[in-house]
Structures are given as structure tokens and as C-alpha cells.
């Protein structure tokens, strides 16, 4: 695309559209970067630029770009029934088949699906389907859910309720009522309490999960949810003593475990489920992102036994759902690319060979200068950014993360910032050498981060003399 067209498409995108998670001002005086099409793990630019995609989208193009078996599958089914809903005792072949692939999948107690359209919309479901559940236990006053602090559940009233984004809560509230927030298991994030061995840390935050439920009661509480591994909050793997001491913690109280597979689900841990690497018995598991690899939207939410028997033997209508519950060319597509997924053994190479691989190469990031923690469990990973003087946190005001971040798009790399924390996600179908050019990218990004640093601190002391 020539160079007027850009600058064309970018007044266009400035003069009318509001993009989400955006400050729109200074997005109107940068202007966009434009993505024209995609290969592989690779996307391209208006100006053909080719960039690594080290998000895979938002964390969800598993399979990579240019996959023609999901174009196949969207363009038959939209030629067979473009739409059709599964209200009113109605449906259509793909919802039943993706329903039946995801059953077969997920852990041996969930046996049934409730179809949406993206990840938020399952979290809504999620916390109409809890409170509904326990009405018709008889305990309506089961009404609490407790989440995370900095845990992300989507954007909807629902979803930024569920969700600890303390930002999110400030704009556009107050939030739903009965929901509340523990403390994340992010070692690294919440000042590595000195000389605390992180285990210890992890159980101190089970232990303060438990202190929630004795507080509210645990006759009030309705549900825990919270991702296996945190995404949005900032690719936080919390210590290996976390989730067993949570677990012990819920299977004290009746309390019901809500894992949000949005970002965990297909494959991104190796496993199917974040909730079997960490051997976690959710009662119910909302889904989106990798389910589709992204090529249309879709989402929904695994229901185990114990809350479907109850809504299917004493619920009579629930009254919830969504025009485009189950869609006809999305369920094809995400069962299309289920089905690749299991041909293609994606899961079992993310497990074995390219998770391992990984961390390896992204864990000699952990050498550089400004690198003050190098993770990855799967195919997701971050580091922690710090002041190579000091070993602790950059001043906030120097946006140590989206200078990296900058330099890292402009490397021909795209790794997202949290904060200082910087993260990748990459397709599941990343090829060793990929993974080389990445953590490569990376790096020169590192470096160009850390000389620039050097020069605005020296400016400052300069600065400051004068
Ligand atoms: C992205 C995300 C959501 C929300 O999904 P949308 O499709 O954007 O609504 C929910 N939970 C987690 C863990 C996510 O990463």
C-alpha cells in the first residue's frame, strides 16, 4: 500500500474510530500502525513491514495466520446455513459437533457446553449461572464470588467486575455488588517480599483466600474464579506451592471453582487445559480466544456435572443467552480447528518440545542488564523489567515498558507491555527459528531500551545541576 494510502486510512481511523483499550487523544496524534495481512506467525503492515507476532493477536491466533482448512470451513458453512440460533428447541449440526469435540477434550466431569460470543460474554454467563446454582440449591444467599486482584475476566460490567483491574473499577462504575478480590500470586509484582522463598508466598496468598471466605462466610460465598496463569495482568505463573494450597483451601468451604481457560485453554501451557496442567477439577471453565484461533469470534463455558445436573433437573428455563450463542460458521471454524489441532498433535509439541525450547532461549534473557526475572511456562512468558543501578523497579514515569515495546514493534518483533513487564504469547505453531529470531528481537530491544534509559537519566542529572 503506498505511503498516501496509509497516511489516508490513518486520518480516517483518527477522524472516526474509538479503539478499545486506547487513549484516544494520543492515539490521534501518532496515529495507527495498519496491519494488512498475515503468514504464518509472521503479519504485515501497510507498509510491508514483516513482524513477528509474539501476542498470536490477543493470545489467540493458536494455529497461526493463513490457515485455509478455517477459511474452507467458514466459507462452506456460510454458503450451507450462514446463520441460524439455538434458541426456542432449535440448533444446527457445527454447535452440536464443536459441543460434542469440546466434551471430549475437556476434563472427564464436564459433559456440556453453553455457547457465546466472546470470553466476557462466558464470564457473565458464569456469574449468572453460579448465583442461579445456588438459588436452586436452596442457599440464595450464596451469593459472593471472589476474585483477583489484577486478574482479567473480560470487559463487560460483568467481566471488569470478576476481573482485579483497579483501573478498569474506576471508569464507568460502581462495579456488579457481591464480588470481590484476594491477592494475586505474583511473586515478582508484589515487591518479592524479602527473603521470602516464593512458595511460601504462594501459600500466604491461598491462606488469604481462605481468610476472604471465613470473612464474608462461607455460607455467603458462591464461587472462586481465576486464570491458572494470569494473561492481561502480565503473564504471571504463580509459584508451584499456589494451586495445590488453593485447592485444599476450596475443598474445605462448598465453594465453587471457576478456571478461566479464555487465554490458558488449547494448548498455550501444553496441555488442553490449563486446568490439567495444574490438575485443577474446575465446576466451570469459560472458553474463547484459541477455540477459534481467532478466525471468528467465539466463546462459551464448559459446565461440569454438579452445576449442569442441577440447572438441566431443577432449573426450568434459564432465562440467559445471546443471538449469536453457537454461530453457525464460528462453531465450524473452532471445531475445524480443533480437529488440526488434534491432527497436528499442536498441544502434545507445545508440551515436549517447543514449551521446553522456549525456556530455554527466553530464560537467557534473565542475563540482561534491565532484566530483573525471566519466565515462560508453555508458550508464555515475560520479563520483568528493573534499573540495571538498583535491581528494582524503573521510576513509573519513565514507561521503561512501552519504550520497549516501541523498539521492540519497530525491530520487527510485537511483545506486549504490562507496566515494566513485558510478555509474549506466540502461535502454537512457532517453528524453533522463529523462536531464535524472537528472543533475538527481544534482545535489540532490551538493548535499545537500556541506552535510551541511560541518556534520560543522565539528561535528568544534568537536569538537575543546571
Ligand atoms: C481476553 C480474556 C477474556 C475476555 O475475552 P473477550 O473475548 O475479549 O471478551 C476473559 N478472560 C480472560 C482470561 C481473557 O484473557
Avoid at 508440551?351 to 519466565?375: F, I, K, M, N, S
Amino acid at each position: 500500500m503506498s505511503a498516501s494510502k496509509t497516511g489516508q486510512l490513518q486520518r480516517l481511523d483518527r477522524a472516526h474510530h474509538l479503539h478499545p483499550f486506547t487513549d484516544f487523544k494520543s492515539l490521534g496524534e501518532e496515529g495507527s500502525r495498519i496491519i494488512e495481512r498475515a503468514e504464518g506467525a509472521y503479519i504485515i503492515d501497510s507498509e510491508g513491514n514483516r513482524i513477528l507476532d509474539g501476542m498470536a493477536g490477543l493470545w489467540c491466533v493458536n494455529l497461526g495466520y493463513g490457515r485455509e482448512e478455517l477459511v474452507a470451513a467458514a466459507t462452506e458453512q456460510m454458503h450451507q446455513l450462514p446463520y441460524y440460533n439455538n434458541f426456542f428447541k432449535t440448533t444446527h449440526p457445527p454447535a452440536v459437533q464443536l459441543a460434542e469435540k469440546l466434551v471430549s477434550l475437556a476434563p472427564e466431569h464436564m459433559n456440556r457446553v453453553f455457547f457465546t460470543g466472546s470470553g466476557s460474554e462466558a464470564n457473565d454467563t458464569v456469574l449468572r449461572m453460579v448465583r442461579r446454582y445456588w438459588a436452586l440449591k436452596g442457599k440464595p444467599e450464596k451469593q459472593w464470588v471472589i476474585g483477583r486482584e489484577n486478574g482479567y475476566h473480560g470487559s463487560t460490567v460483568a467481566g471488569m467486575s470478576l476481573g482485579g483491574m483497579a483501573p478498569m473499577h474506576e471508569q464507568g462504575g460502581p462495579c456488579v455488588p457481591g464480588i470481590t478480590h484476594v491477592r494475586q500470586p505474583y511473586w515478582f509484582g508484589e515487591g518479592r517480599p524479602a527473603g521470602q522463598d516464593p512458595n511460601d508466598f504462594g501459600i500466604e496468598c491461598a491462606a488469604a483466600l481462605e481468610a476472604k471466605i471465613r470473612e464474608l462466610g462461607e455460607e455467603n460465598v458462591a464461587a472462586f474464579i481465576a486464570e491458572p496463569v494470569q494473561g492481561a495482568g502480565g503473564a504471571i505463573i504463580p509459584p508451584q506451592s499456589y494451586w495445590p494450597a488453593v485447592k485444599a483451601v476450596l475443598d474445605k468451604y462448598d465453594i465453587l471453582l471457576v478456571v478461566d481457560e479464555v487465554i490458558c485453554g488449547f494448548g498455550r501451557l501444553g496441555e488442553w487445559f490449563g486446568s490439567v496442567h495444574y490438575d485443577l477439577t474446575p465446576d466451570l471453565m469459560p472458553i474463547a480466544k484459541g477455540l477459534s484461533s481467532g478466525y471468528l469470534p467465539i466463546g462459551g463455558v464448559l459446565v461440569g456435572d454438579r452445576v449442569a445436573d442441577t440447572l438441566i433437573e431443577e432449573g426450568g428455563e434459564f432465562f440467559h443467552g445471546f443471538t449469536y450463542s453457537g454461530h453457525p460458521a464460528c462453531a465450524a471454524v473452532a471445531l475445524r480447528n480443533l480437529e488440526l489441532m488434534e491432527a497436528e498433535g499442536v498441544v502434545e509439541r507445545v508440551r515436549d518440545d517447543l514449551g521446553p525450547y522456549l525456556a530455554q532461549r527466553w530464560g537467557e534473557l534473565g542475563d540482561h542488564p534491565l532484566v530483573g526475572e525471566a519466565r515462560s511456562l508453555g508458550l508464555v512468558g515475560a520479563l520483568e523489567l528493573v534499573d540495571p543501578e538498583t535491581g528494582e523497579r524503573f521510576d513509573k514515569a519513565l514507561g521503561a515498558g512501552n519504550l520497549c515495546r516501541d523498539h521492540s514493534f519497530a525491530s520487527g518483533l510485537v511483545m506486549r507491555s504490562v507496566g515494566d513487564t513485558m510478555i509474549i504469547s506466540p502461535p502454537l505453531v512457532i517453528s524453533h527459528e522463529e523462536i531464535d529470531e524472537l528472543v533475538d528481537k527481544a534482545r535489540a530491544a532490551l538493548d535499545a531500551t537500556q541506552r535510551q534509559l541511560a541518556v534520560t537519566t543522565t539528561d535528568k542529572i544534568k537536569e538537575s545541576l543546571t
